[in-house]
């Protein structure tokens, strides 16, 4: 067992990446008029970025806090999905065309992204919601 210094945790630069099939959004083989198969990459949030994501899924309303999960695939999709070198193929204003894209490719997106940067198995997002 390896005990960490501060110094080694500062270096330590590890984020996973996944791949998520999107071939929905890709284009059609013109031979087999088929969709080839499309993927993105969706990486590993910053614990800001995961802090970020989850402070927007919660408005004040007056003394009250409700949920907010409008656009929240799209916006999930926006945060994580990159190229090979972690840049981001999307930005913010992204957001409100990709809301109009089919949702599996989404969804698939998001069930990646919480997988990955363990949104659901602390059930972040289920308190969230109560």
Known sequence: MTLLTREQVIKAERFEMVEVDVTEWGAI???????????????????????????????????????????????MAVLVCCDESRLPIFRKEDVEWLTKKSSRPLTRIYKAATELNDLDSEGDIETLKN
């Not at 008029?33 to 899924?57: C, H, M, N, Q, Y």
């Not at 409700?66 to 695939?73: A, C, G, I, P, S």
């Open 29 to 75: 083989d013109s031979e087999t008029g088929k969709p080839e198969k499309t993927t993105v990459f969706v990486r590993e949030l910053t614990a800001r970025e995961k802090d970020d994501f989850e402070a927007s899924l919660v408005q004040q309303r007056g003394r009250k806090q409700v949920t907010n999960l409008v656009d929240m695939r799209a916006r």
